[in-house]
């Protein structure tokens, strides 16, 4: 056992420090921030990203003297409630997660602050926060180039399989084309009483990287040009793949099943491809309860006959318009997506989703990514860097992409349940969808 | 006579003053709510652009867009038919169980309250329950029907059921208040009368068609009538079993406006929606009143 010795004095003073270390956080952090005794409320939707930061509030509550207080909803919750919340110009939330379904609507809306101000003062942001750090489309700008958010959570679509061992046998891969894509399904389909497919009821997130592999797009030139273009023939052809799989090869249900229950469904073994964010492939190896840990195998996104659009859609963190702690906000913004924080939330929790490059590009985060032998962190970085290089995200970013995200979802489930076929639920969609954008006063080519 | 004309006007007065204080709150807390649906109807409103808030250049456009937006007429159907097998099935299944519950045998009685279950839940609960019976990897009742080797679709997904599945949800949770209403109603039928229809010969069948459920006829409407205001109000088991789908099926008006408000911001458009749903209910209710004669002079 190893004996320290200490002289009287050191003992005096190391007493004396724990003492003020002990006694008085809130005046060493009113010393550091000018924003101490502030409380400032942030809203959320339940995320891995937020599970994981919480656990560090108290270090930036001591380190700063601002005290942090976050409501948490579900997703579908919370954009409905924050919705309503930002329309009222309330000053309820000092924090909000900007989600990428509601961004391109709340930053046209005009109901987020922009951040310009703080990230052109070195005092409130020192020139190594690095905002240039943030992969492309992470940092949430409009048009014009002001900045309104910075990313928490990218996803970026890859395709994977939870039995890989299953494509073995057959004697196939993941496929690297969407024309091969059914042709595997067809292969593994129902073997050892596993579906070949499963996926989550948030088609308009999960068409589209078909839509535009097969060279279609939402609207004809977005932002500029809203006028929907669900009927065209790409669209149609996708959107027949696209549903196909889900109605031919994934579990009975399908078409209800959310983000959770389409992991459960690979989790348990009993489906066994998906395209999704990469966060949801994670948990295939990391929970537990999986029970596909071994045969997880992970590919990029398969690529069509116009090229490879692999959807990425970002959520960040950024200030409503109606906050009376705009500061404080932007010294939590700070704190919570430095490098140093992110690359904690590495190391800590292993968390995959990670915006800044500097990060990615980290051996942490490589070690973290590095599953069954496969670098899924360099597949991740590829799809983040093709979207922010191509642009082709943008059609997420005009105001009117919930109004007609939701005339997608409703087309697939019409498609996938046999009551119209394609052509015809899309030729529906399209005219609903330009109703509903006129009705927003835009006007379209229709 | 003049000074029982005065009596009479001094007592309209004195009761009209002490009704005002109440008839004013009344009016605060529904005519003016309803009032200010009916004025945003008339306006584009749109959260997203505030300067719609008091726009009446086109005062008539939203109900105009409704008059030709199959969506809406869609969900008019699908609340049509909704309501007709919800109110249909609650009253008959309710009925039957009162009059079997009206025989107060000992077991019966017990049975009564476990009836009442369904009712008392919070409605997310019955939701959750029947997520549950609905969802195929999860569900008790499909573990069943595998076993017996039955193939049954994932009937919250399939077109041709999810609406049978939202009104058998429906009529599980409901029937005990249209049950409790009759059995309350039955009670007061008095004995005598039973026992002249007895005497007289009459049967089981003909004393409870030709007795008991003429003599509860006001209860029955009421009871009718509740269920039906509150089928046009169907929500929770929509929102969390279909989201109104699969594509549009299950998508009733309610949930339409819902839609309209809560996730598109268009509360002028949401606001007609809702004033026609109104203007619906009291017009079915009043037809209804007008065909059985409910609260005429006997």
Same mark, same amino acid.
């Given at each position: 056992?190893?004996?320290?010795?200490?002289?009287?004095?050191?003992?005096?003073?190391?007493?004396?420090?724990?003492?003020?270390?002990?006694?008085?956080?809130?005046?060493?952090?009113?010393?550091?921030?000018?924003?101490?005794?502030?409380?400032?409320?942030?809203?959320?939707?339940?995320?891995?990203?937020?599970?994981?930061?919480? %656990?560090?509030?108290?270090?930036?509550?001591?380190?700063?003297?601002?005290?942090?207080?976050?409501?948490?909803?579900?997703?579908?919750?919370?954009?409905?409630?924050?919705?309503?919340?930002?329309?009222?110009?309330?000053?309820?939330?000092?924090?909000?997660?900007?989600?990428?379904?509601?961004?391109?609507?709340?930053?046209?809306?005009?109901?987020?602050?922009?951040?310009?101000?703080?990230?052109?003062?070195? /005092?409130?942001?020192?020139?190594?926060?690095?905002?240039?750090?943030?992969?492309?489309?992470?940092?949430?700008?409009?048009?014009?180039?002001?900045?309104?958010?910075?990313?928490?959570?990218?996803?970026?679509?890859?395709?994977?399989?939870?039995?890989?061992?299953?494509?073995?046998?057959?004697?196939?891969?993941?496929?690297?084309?969407?024309?091969?894509?059914?042709?595997?399904?067809?292969?593994?389909?129902?073997?050892?009483?596993?579906?070949?497919?499963?996926?989550?009821?948030?088609?308009?997130?999960?068409?589209?990287?078909?839509?535009?592999?097969?060279?279609?797009?939402?609207?004809?030139?977005?932002?500029?040009?809203?006028?929907?273009?669900?009927?065209?023939?790409?669209?149609?052809?996708?959107?027949?793949?696209? #549903?196909?799989?889900? +109605?031919?090869?994934?579990?009975?249900?399908?078409?209800?099943?959310?983000?959770?229950?389409?992991?459960?469904?690979?989790?348990?073994?009993?489906?066994?491809?998906?395209?999704?964010?990469?966060?949801?492939?994670?948990?295939?190896?990391?929970?537990?309860?999986?029970?596909?840990?071994?045969?997880?195998?992970?590919?990029?996104?398969?690529?069509?006959?116009?090229?490879?659009?692999?959807?990425?859609?970002?959520?960040?963190?950024?200030?409503?318009?109606?906050?009376?702690?705009?500061?404080?906000?932007?010294?939590?913004?700070?704190?919570?997506?430095?490098?140093?924080?992110?690359?904690?939330?590495?190391?800590?929790?292993?968390?995959?989703?990670?915006?800044?490059?500097?990060?990615?590009?980290?051996?942490?985060?490589?070690?973290?990514?590095?599953?069954?032998?496969?670098?899924?962190?360099?597949?991740?970085?590829?799809?983040?860097?093709?979207?922010?290089?191509?642009?082709?995200?943008?059609?997420?970013?005009?105001?009117?992409?919930?109004?007609?995200?939701?005339?997608?979802?409703?087309?697939?489930?019409?498609? +996938?349940?046999?009551?119209?076929?394609?052509?015809?639920?899309?030729?529906?969609?399209?005219?609903?969808?330009? %109703?509903?954008?006129?009705?927003?006063?835009?006007?379209?080519?229709? | 006579?003049?000074?029982?004309?005065?009596?009479?006007?001094?007592?309209?007065?004195?009761?009209?003053?002490?009704?005002?204080?109440?008839?004013?709150?009344?009016?605060?807390?529904?005519?003016?709510?309803?009032?200010?649906?009916?004025?945003?109807?008339?306006?584009?409103?749109?959260?997203?652009?505030?300067?719609?808030?008091?726009?009446?250049?086109?005062?008539?456009?939203?109900?105009?867009?409704?008059?030709?937006?199959?969506?809406?007429?869609?969900?008019?159907?699908?609340?049509?038919?909704?309501?007709?097998?919800?109110?249909?099935?609650?009253?008959?299944?309710?009925?039957?169980?009162?009059?079997?519950? /009206?025989?107060?045998?000992?077991?019966?009685?017990?049975?009564?309250?476990?009836?009442?279950?369904?009712?008392?839940?919070?409605?997310?609960?019955?939701?959750?329950?029947?997520?549950?019976?609905?969802?195929?990897?999860? !569900?008790?009742?499909?573990?069943?029907?595998?076993?017996?080797?039955?193939?049954?679709?994932?009937?919250?997904?399939?077109?041709?059921?999810?609406?049978?599945?939202?009104?058998?949800?429906?009529?599980?949770?409901?029937?005990?208040? #249209?049950?409790?209403?009759?059995?309350?109603?039955?009670?007061?039928?008095?004995?005598?009368?039973?026992?002249?229809?007895?005497?007289?010969?009459?049967?089981?069948?003909?004393?409870?068609?030709?007795?008991?459920?003429?003599?509860?006829?006001?209860?029955?409407?009421?009871?009718?009538?509740?269920?039906?205001?509150?089928?046009?109000?169907?929500?929770?088991?929509?929102?969390?079993?279909?989201?109104?789908?699969?594509?549009?099926?299950?998508?009733?008006? /309610?949930?339409?406006?819902?839609?309209?408000?809560?996730?598109?911001?268009?509360?002028?458009?949401?606001?007609?929606?809702?004033?026609?749903?109104?203007?619906?209910?009291?017009?079915? !209710?009043?037809?209804?009143?007008?065909?059985?004669?409910?609260?005429?002079?006997?």
């Amino acid at each position: 056992m190893a004996i320290i010795r200490m002289s009287r004095r050191s003992v005096v003073f190391t007493g004396a420090g724990a003492a003020l270390t002990l006694r008085a956080p809130a005046v060493l952090g009113q010393a550091k921030s000018p924003y101490a005794g502030t409380t400032i409320r942030g809203a959320a939707f339940s995320l891995p990203f937020h599970q994981y930061l919480k %656990d560090y509030f108290p270090e930036f509550e001591a380190a700063t003297g601002i005290h942090v207080e976050f409501d948490v909803q579900a997703f579908p919750v919370y954009n409905q409630r924050m919705d309503l919340e930002l329309s009222t110009g309330g000053s309820s939330y000092d924090v909000a997660v900007l989600t990428f379904t509601y961004q391109g609507r709340w930053l046209g809306a005009g109901w987020i602050s922009p951040l310009d101000e703080f990230l052109s003062n070195p /005092n409130a942001t020192p020139a190594d926060w690095e905002p240039g750090d943030f992969v492309g489309q992470t940092s949430m700008r409009d048009a014009k180039g002001h900045t309104y958010g910075f990313g928490i959570e990218a996803g970026a679509v890859i395709l994977w399989a939870a039995r890989g061992d299953l494509l073995d046998k057959a004697g196939v891969e993941l496929p690297k084309t969407l024309a091969d894509l059914p042709k595997v399904c067809e292969a593994i389909h129902d073997k050892d009483n596993v579906a070949a497919w499963t996926g989550d009821n948030l088609h308009h997130w999960n068409w589209p990287p078909y839509l535009m592999d097969m060279g279609g797009n939402f609207f004809k030139d977005p932002p500029r040009n809203v006028t929907p273009t669900l009927d065209t023939p790409a669209a149609v052809q996708s959107a027949q793949l696209y #549903t196909d799989l889900l +109605a031919k090869f994934a579990p009975q249900g399908v078409l209800s099943y959310t983000f959770d229950q389409a992991m459960e469904s690979q989790l348990s073994g009993r489906a066994n491809m998906r395209n999704q964010a990469v966060t949801w492939a994670i948990p295939l190896i990391k929970n537990p309860a999986s029970t596909v840990k071994n045969t997880v195998r992970f590919a990029p996104f398969p690529s069509g006959s116009n090229g490879w659009f692999p959807g990425v859609a970002i959520n960040g963190f950024g200030i409503p318009a109606g906050s009376k702690n705009k500061g404080a906000a932007w010294e939590f913004i700070k704190w919570a997506l430095s490098k140093e924080m992110l690359a904690k939330l590495v190391k800590d929790k292993g968390y995959p989703s990670i915006c800044r490059r500097s990060v990615i590009q980290g051996e942490p985060f490589k070690e973290t990514l590095t599953l069954n032998g496969q670098d899924v962190g360099a597949l991740y970085l590829q799809a983040l860097e093709r979207a922010s290089d191509a642009g082709y995200m943008k059609y997420r970013t005009v105001p009117v992409f919930p109004m007609v995200g939701d005339k997608v979802n409703r087309a697939m489930e019409a498609i +996938a349940s046999k009551q119209l076929d394609a052509a015809a639920a899309l030729k529906q969609a399209e005219i609903q969808a330009a %109703d509903d954008i006129k009705k927003a006063g835009y006007s379209i080519d229709l | 006579m003049t000074r029982q004309a005065s009596l009479a006007r001094q007592r309209r007065a004195f009761l009209t003053w002490c009704l005002a204080p109440a008839l004013a709150v009344l009016a605060v807390v529904t005519l003016a709510p309803m009032t200010y649906l009916v004025v945003t109807s008339l306006t584009p409103l749109n959260l997203t652009n505030p300067m719609t808030a008091w726009n009446f250049h086109q005062p008539l456009l939203n109900y105009r867009l409704l008059l030709s937006d199959q969506r809406f007429l869609n969900s008019l159907w699908v609340q049509a038919k909704l309501s007709f097998w919800t109110v249909g099935l609650q009253m008959l299944i309710g009925i039957g169980f009162a009059l079997m519950l /009206n025989l107060r045998t000992s077991l019966l009685q017990a049975l009564r309250t476990v009836f009442l279950v369904p009712m008392v839940l919070p409605p997310i609960v019955v939701a959750i329950i029947w997520k549950v019976l609905y969802t195929p990897d999860i !569900s008790p009742a499909y573990w069943l029907f595998k076993a017996m080797g039955l193939n049954v679709p994932a009937l919250i997904t399939d077109p041709n059921w999810a609406l049978p599945a939202i009104i058998a949800a429906d009529t599980w949770e409901w029937f005990p208040l #249209t049950m409790l209403m009759v059995l309350a109603g039955l009670q007061t039928v008095p004995e005598e009368l039973l026992d002249a229809a007895r005497v007289d010969g009459a049967n089981s069948w003909q004393v409870t068609v030709s007795v008991l459920l003429p003599y509860i006829r006001g209860t029955l409407m009421v009871a009718g009538l509740f269920r039906l205001v509150d089928s046009i109000k169907a929500f929770p088991l929509i929102y969390l079993l279909t989201d109104g789908g699969p594509g549009s099926v299950t998508e009733v008006t /309610n949930y339409y406006a819902f839609e309209q408000a809560f996730n598109f911001s268009y509360l002028g458009f949401s606001s007609a929606i809702t004033v026609v749903l109104v203007a619906a209910s009291l017009a079915m !209710s009043w037809v209804l009143v007008r065909m059985t004669g409910w609260g005429a002079a006997e």
